[in-house]
């Protein structure tokens, strides 16, 4: 049977990979923020596919220090994740972990090639490099943890923490860019999921992505207009201080 789903931060996740990100967060001590979950078919060019299923994860570090960066990937690594530090130099994205949980029923074929690689020693990219982490849990999964942790909570039992925060720098790069990836591309998201809502009900749920043939920076500006039209703001396609002050009454906390 497919794993239970479930959102989590704003994320599309499974209970077993969110009770394991609970377990790991306590282990690194340091609060996770979640740029791409699972079962996000097609979302970010640069992930190859692996978070097509379930079982992945991306965590934003890039506001971390050294030493709680590699906290968070030997965490994941203990708790079953074949999980990895993602640095700008290796490719066209942020700071971050990039993290496949081992036994995941429904895991991507990208991702299942990822966890083999990783019980190769691998770093689970295309140039097959040697593995860069800490080593010793490449045989790790949920189940052998839990059962030397059996007091682990279960995931149910942990409320949603959605992350709040939209950034105005990454809604100007969302109206003349179309790949986004990483903590800005997760506040593009966030923002047509907001404006999607029952409560919101400024565009269709059908509008969180573009159809076929439309450029993202073109559907974000149609998108933004239709909002701005919902909340009888001057229409102008940008994300501008009108936009986000009704953002912000809707709990959202606005950055640079």
Request: glycine residues 10%.
């Amino acid at each position: 049977m497919p794993e239970a789903r479930m959102s989590w931060r704003g994320a599309a996740l499974c209970t077993r990979t969110v009770a394991m990100l609970q377990a790991a967060e306590k282990l690194a001590k340091v609060p996770f923020t979640i740029i791409q979950g699972s079962y996000n078919k097609g979302g970010v060019t640069a992930s190859a596919g692996t978070h097509d299923g379930g079982g992945a994860v991306d965590l934003a570090v890039d506001r971390l220090t050294a030493v709680q960066r590699k906290a968070v990937v030997l965490a994941m690594r203990q708790v079953g994740f074949a999980a990895w530090l993602r640095t700008p130099a290796q490719g066209n994205w942020p700071w971050h972990v990039h993290a496949i949980a081992a036994g995941d029923k429904d895991l991507s074929r990208g991702a299942a090639h990822q966890i083999a690689e990783y019980r190769r020693r691998k770093n689970g990219l295309a140039n097959r490099g040697a593995d860069d982490g800490p080593p010793g849990y490449y045989g790790m999964t949920w189940e052998i943890y839990l059962k030397y942790h059996p007091g682990t909570a279960p995931a149910a039992q942990a409320p949603p923490q959605p992350n709040t925060t939209i950034s105005l720098g990454a809604m100007e790069y969302a109206r003349t860019h179309d790949a986004m990836s990483g903590v800005w591309g997760a506040d593009r998201a966030q923002v047509l999921a907001w404006a999607a809502h029952p409560k919101v009900a400024a565009i269709g749920k059908h509008e969180t992505r573009p159809p076929a043939g439309v450029a993202w920076r073109v559907h974000f500006q149609q998108m933004t207009r239709k909002i701005q039209q919902r909340f009888k703001l001057p229409v102008t396609g940008r994300f501008d201080a009108g936009t986000a002050a009704v953002m912000k009454r809707y709990g959202y906390k606005i950055i640079a």
